[in-house]
Structure formats: structure tokens, C-alpha cells
């Protein structure tokens, strides 16, 4: 017998066929966790890294006196600059004058004695070709000569010495400078080792500045780097990393040089570099079993990424391919493998 089917009736029946279904996806839908994403690639940017460093020069010398004498004449004063040659300093050289003269006076007798010692020698060995004389004779003059060119020898050693002094008594400029400091007065007594002038070298100054290790990699790969000073921008290249950490400061010295204009020796400003990697804010890491990381949308659910170089508060280079959903709200509430759902992309 047919059974007609009211529409009340259907109702009913859809009703219990549907309301288990909407049950099953509404509790699917309370349980997974609301999020926004966005790109990785559109967060990252390139960070640029700085610390602080110091203009240093080439050479900074204490000029110090190497004879005792009196000072005779000062021709600098702080502040001016010099050029290599210059004189500096006159000290009294008379002693030293009178000194190689009579040297030389020495070496010019012991010339004259050693030649009558040779042509005796050489008479001798006539006579003795004769047998008119001993070789014991001719043994003996021939050490005479002999005696008389060794003193020869060292009287212009003597002579050397004395050319040396008599130098020393004017100090001059060994490159180009400025003199920053002057110990020396006329009619002083400068003895060896007294510091009469400061100079510093103005030709090619340089860049120190102490890195972390973490930052010395950093600046061994940068493209560009630059001494920020006084609102100017100095272009730099490195030089030298020295292979030594400072045991205190865990720090290693880099020295740079100018690539063009240079900073005034002594400026302390700010060595600045990009090491060619973009890195993610600091604002977007998170926690999660002691370790440092983030949350991206992998197929629907949340899926925490650690990264092990990561540091509280610092931002961080994350090695995934740009166009990489990151959770940037929500996540604090994530676990790895919660099921998520997007309330609006930031794209």
C-alpha cells in the first residue's frame, strides 16, 4: 500500500538526516584555532647591523732625543702639520761634530801609517830574497801592516758611529703629521729616551671596531659598509680580522680601511653593514619546549618551525621560501599540529 509523504513529514526526516552533520562541522569549526597569516617574504627585511667604532692612525710616535745635549731650537708647535724631512728639533752638535773630525783625523794617520807599513813589508822581502835579512824579520813587518788595517777598520766603524751622532742632532719629521704634543724647550737638556715631541700620522688612517663573532661574519660578508660620523657616510672595506678574542668582551678587532674620503683620526661614530640576508622581526617569534621558532599554515593545521639561531628580542634569518604562510596572529595560542582557521589574510 503506497504511503504518501507529507511535507511536514520530510521536514522532519531532513532535519534528522542534516542536524549530525552541522553537529559534527560545527564542532570541527569551534575546536580549530582562528589565525591570520601572511607571506614570509612579505615580512622579511634586510637588516642593517652597526657598532660602534674609532678612526685610528697608521702611526702615532713619541719623537724622543737619542744623544745628550742641549736644545738649541724648536721649529714646530701643536697643530702644525709636517711633511717628511722636516726639521723638527736642533740640538747642540758640537760635541758630536768635534767628536767625528778627530775620528776621521785617526782614521786618516792609521791610512798613512799602514801604507809606510806596507812598503816596509814589501822591502823586507826584497832583503829576504837576498838573505840579507831574517823571516822572522819579515814575519813582523808584516804583522805590523797587518795590526794597522784591522785599527783602519775599526776606526771607520768609529767614524760611522760619530756620522750617526752628529745626525741625531736634528730630529726630523719621518711622514706626514700634525704634532699633537711638545716636551722640548730651548736651552734644555734632552737626554736619550726623553720624549720631545707627539705626532700623529694624517696618511692612512683606519677603522677599529670590536664585533661579536656572530657579527664578525656578518661583516665579512657585506656588500657595503660605511663609518657613520657626524651625519656623514664614509665608505669602508675590511682589512683585517684579527684571529684573537678579547677574553672580557668575547669581542674580536676588526681594522678597516677608507675606501675614499677619510674620518678625522679619533672620530667615534658608527660602523654600519648589511650582510645581504633579510631577516624576520623579533615580534613574530615564539616559544615552544625551550626553543625559539614560528608557526606557518602547513595543509590546514599549525606547524611550529624552530630556529636555533634565533635570540630573544633579535630579529632572525628564516630559510623558507617566501611565499610561506606565517601565522603572525593567533600564534601565541598555537601548539604544533592544532588545526587552524584563517579570519582574514593580510595579503
Known amino acids: 500500500m503506497d504511503v504518501a509523504i507529507t511535507q511536514p513529514g520530510l521536514a522532519r526526516r531532513l532535519r534528522g538526516w542534516l542536524l549530525p552533520w552541522l553537529a559534527l562541522l560545527t564542532s570541527a569549526a569551534a575546536a580549530a584555532v582562528p589565525i591570520t597569516t601572511q607571506p614570509l617574504g612579505d615580512l622579511l627585511s634586510a637588516l642593517v647591523q652597526d657598532a660602534p667604532a674609532t678612526v685610528v692612525p697608521a702611526n702615532a710616535p713619541d719623537l724622543a732625543a737619542e744623544i745628550t745635549a742641549r736644545i738649541e731650537r724648536v721649529r714646530v708647535r701643536v697643530g702644525d702639520r709636517v711633511a717628511p724631512g722636516d726639521v723638527l728639533v736642533e740640538l747642540d752638535c758640537r760635541p758630536y761634530a768635534s767628536r767625528l773630525a778627530a775620528a776621521r783625523a785617526t782614521l786618516q794617520e ?35 801592516r797587518d795590526s794597522l788595517l784591522a785599527q783602519q777598520q775599526a776606526q771607520r766603524q768609529a767614524i760611522v758611529q760619530a756620522e750617526l751622532d752628529v745626525e741625531r742632532c736634528v730630529i726630523r719629521a719621518p711622514f706626514v703629521a700634525v704634532v699633537t704634543g711638545r716636551q722640548a724647550d730651548v736651552g734644555g737638556l734632552a737626554v736619550p729616551g726623553a720624549v720631545l715631541l707627539r705626532l700623529v700620522a694624517l696618511e692612512d688612517p683606519e677603522i677599529s671596531a670590536a664585533l661579536r663573532e656572530s657579527e664578525v661574519d656578518g661583516l665579512a660578508r657585506a656588500a657595503e659598509i660605511a663609518l657613520r660620523y657626524d651625519g656623514r657616510s664614509y665608505p669602508a672595506r675590511v682589512r683585517s680580522i684579527l684571529p684573537v678574542v678579547q677574553e672580557r668582551q668575547l669581542t674580536r678587532e676588526v681594522r678597516l680601511s677608507f675606501a675614499a674620503a677619510t674620518a678625522p683620526i679619533g672620530a667615534a661614530g658608527r660602523l654600519v653593514w648589511h650582510d645581504g640576508r633579510n631577516r624576520l622581526p623579533a615580534e613574530y617569534l615564539v616559544r615552544r619546549d625551550q626553543q625559539l621558532g614560528i608557526f606557518v599554515v602547513d595543509d590546514g593545521s599549525a606547524r611550529f618551525v624552530a630556529l636555533p639561531g634565533a635570540v630573544e628580542g633579535r630579529p632572525v634569518v628564516v630559510d623558507l621560501p617566501p611565499q610561506t604562510a606565517l601565522v603572525i596572529d593567533g600564534r601565541q595560542r598555537l601548539v604544533d599540529g592544532d588545526a587552524v582557521i584563517e579570519r582574514g589574510a593580510g595579503r
Do not use: G, H, N, P
Request: aromatic residues 2%; charged residues 40%; glycine residues 0%.
Open 110 to 144: 792609521l791610512e798613512t801609517r799602514a801604507a809606510f807599513a806596507a812598503d816596509q813589508l814589501a822591502r823586507a822581502r826584497d832583503l829576504k830574497s837576498t838573505r840579507s835579512i831574517s823571516e822572522e824579520i819579515v814575519d813582523q813587518r808584516r804583522s805590523e
